[in-house]
């Protein structure tokens, strides 16, 4: 006598979808090393390219560990600098006016070449933007 026992499975099948770059390394574009909060503390910068262009992410350091900010995305083409400085000069052109922000002792900026430049300024907790050059 032969007994056949018949096992029987069913297979799901689901799409899966990314919208997120597949994976794809993000590109190292510059960093730096900086107190962008002026508490003695060395902050970190870096610029990098992803699927949605440019992005300058902030680590501020704490007493363990960093605070992240998202500082400025999208920009394209431009360039970290990272600056010494106590104030910054905003731009009269476009909606500027010209008005002049203190800084903690430092700042980033971003660079496009032979265009325009746009600089963050660490303010109770955050980044300002402030255009400097059109």
């Given amino acids: ?13 689901l799409s899966a979808w990314s919208f997120t770059g597949d994976g ?53 083409n431009m360039f970290l600098n990272c600056k010494f400085g106590t104030e910054v000069k905003e731009t009269v052109a476009g909606s500027g006016k010209g008005r002049t922000y203190k800084t903690p002792g430092a700042f980033l900026e971003l660079i496009k070449p032979e265009s325009s430049s746009v600089a963050f300024v660490w303010n109770k907790g955050s980044f300002r933007e402030i255009w400097t050059s059109d």
């Fill in 24 to 76: 794809m390394p993000f590109k190292y574009i510059s960093s730096c090393e900086i107190d962008l909060n002026g508490d003695n503390q060395a902050d970190k910068a870096i610029l990098l390219e992803g699927l949605s262009g440019r992005e300058l992410i902030a680590l501020i350091a704490k007493k363990k560990g960093y605070d992240s900010f998202v500082v400025s995305a999208g920009k394209k």
């Fill in 1 to 13: 006598m032969k007994i056949l026992i018949a096992v029987g499975f069913t297979f799901f099948s």
